[in-house]
T-cell receptor
């Protein structure tokens, strides 16, 4: 079935640094979604991408839908402590959404 | 977006018993889904909850273990039957809106089976 490869699995960064994570797949998706999950909460949608090549920003977050429709990246600029959490990419095909394994972001004091 | 409420938010259950999780949405939605998230893992789709018909289950999940109801366009339940410790997970209700392109989640139900 469809699978998403998300990397890195975890990141340890200093506050103020920029962050980059990505997802790749062997299959084409119609929509790419990026979520953040805090402990004890459900995932919260950060950015949705609908077209190949689309570049979308949401505050300090920027995400792109790859030209081949098989990949996407998420960048976070000037990280702050509340950015800590798990970030999931997700791809939609037909009426289903599947998720990557997540990138756990840690910010060092 | 949609506001999704799940109940209970957490529970500790004895093995062999069953737990029913409720999901209420603040607006009518066509697509509702149930996911499982095992500790430290990603989200795995259990089934699509279809209004007025039987749920559509993903590979590895069966109706006898995870019966689902969807009586209307704003409500669904997932039952985890005959629980074992391996069923300890977070169970998440999700709905798709925005022309069926974006998925939103409830806060999840954290289930511990002892």
């Amino acid at each position: 079935g469809q699978q998403l490869n998300q990397s890195p699995q975890s990141m340890f960064i200093q506050e103020g640094e920029d962050v980059s994570m990505n997802c790749t797949s062997s299959s084409i998706f119609n929509t790419w979604l990026w979520y953040k999950q805090d402990p004890g909460e459900g995932p919260v949608l950060l950015i949705a991408l609908y077209k190949a090549g689309e570049l979308t920003s949401n505050g300090r977050l920027t995400a792109q839908f790859g030209i081949t429709r098989k990949d996407s990246f998420l960048n976070i600029s000037a990280s702050i402590p509340s950015d800590v959490g798990i970030y999931f990419c997700a791809g939609r095909w037909d009426d289903k959404i599947i998720f990557g394994k997540g990138t756990r972001l840690h910010i060092l004091p | 977006s949609a506001v999704i409420s799940q109940k209970p938010s957490r529970d500790i259950c004895q093995r062999g018993t069953s737990l029913t999780i409720q999901c209420q949405v603040d607006s009518q939605v066509t697509m509702m889904f149930w996911y499982r998230q095992q500790p430290g893992q990603s989200l795995t789709l259990i089934a699509t909850a279809n209004q007025g018909s039987e749920a559509t289950y993903e590979s590895g999940f069966v109706i006898d273990k995870f019966p689902i109801s969807r009586p209307n366009l704003t409500f669904s339940t997932l039952t985890v039957s005959n629980m074992s410790p391996e069923d300890s997970s977070i169970y998440l209700c999700s709905v798709m809106t925005g022309g069926n392109t974006e998925a939103f989640f409830g806060q999840g139900t954290r289930l511990t089976v002892v």
